[in-house]
């Protein structure tokens, strides 16, 4: 076996370890494989060892490495975008992405979702939140929200705003933990996301299904924390350069 499918199969192991330590259905585990700055023939070998699911954080990489993938590989994958979009950048995404993790801003909700209308398409996109705090993170500002009812109304204005808009489609949310060696430290970020996702479905009255969270260091927590969705680069491709 390759070392890429080899990656692979230890993460879906440790995926199903962590579901059955709290009785969920790897089923409702999707994963995402992270192939930014990785090369095609990488992409490749793992969709040929089942992988279906990527993601890119840039926009430009994306409209380099799909096409020759798509001539490499006979078969269709799904393309996430879980990068910050520029607004400059936006009118190239509904075509390259099938789901968009990073809606991080009303304003950019309202720019994807005028492109995707003026390209008569429809994207599956999640409202990305700052749970952490971390000024280096992107999303809608939602550190302590539990303690913070003038930001939690915020948010709610928020998410009513963007999940009203045509084009775009919103399935749920996506958050990033620090990075902190110790993956127990930062369970309380996906705890608070979990709540946060069941706090704004119950107040808008919608469904919002998904969390897209845990990367390599945190996913076995943040799946027994109900993330629907992993995003996983290092582990299965390797050190990044
Ligand atoms: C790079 C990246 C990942 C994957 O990180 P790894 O530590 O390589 O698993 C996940 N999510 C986002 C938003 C990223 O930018």
Redesign the pocket.
């Known amino acids: 076996m390759s070392q890429i499918a080899d990656n692979i199969a230890r993460v879906q192991e440790r995926i199903e370890a962590a579901c059955d330590r709290v009785k969920r259905d790897p089923a409702d585990v999707c994963l995402i494989a992270?192939s930014?700055k990785k090369p095609v023939a990488d992409i490749v070998a793992a969709a040929q060892a089942g992988v279906q699911h990527f993601?890119e954080?840039r926009v430009e990489e994306a409209q380099t490495k799909t096409p020759q993938v798509n001539r490499a590989y006979d078969g269709r994958l799904i393309w996430h975008m879980?990068?910050h979009i520029q607004s400059r950048k936006a009118r190239d995404v509904p075509s390259l992405f099938q789901t968009i993790?990073s809606i991080d801003s009303v304003k950019i909700a309202e720019r994807l979702s005028r492109v995707a209308v003026q390209q008569k398409t429809e994207c599956e996109a999640l409202i990305q939140v700052n749970v952490s705090g971390e000024g280096s993170k992107g999303g809608l500002a939602a550190y302590q929200w539990q303690k913070d009812p003038a930001l939690l109304e915020r948010l709610v204005n928020d998410v009513r705003v963007i999940t009203s808009l045509p084009g775009i489609r919103i399935v749920g949310l996506m958050t990033?933990a620090p990075f902190l060696p110790d993956p127990e430290a930062v369970r309380p970020v996906f705890v608070q996301t979990f709540a946060l996702r069941e706090t704004l479905s119950a107040q808008l009255k919608l469904a919002l299904p998904h969390l897209s969270m845990g990367?390599?260091?945190d996913f076995t927590v943040a799946v027994e924390e109900g993330a629907t969705m992993v995003?996983?680069?290092?582990?299965i491709f390797g050190e990044?350069t």
Do not use: D, L, P, S
């Open positions: 992270v930014k993601g954080n879980i990068g993790h990033m990367m390599t260091g995003r996983i680069g290092r582990a990044r």
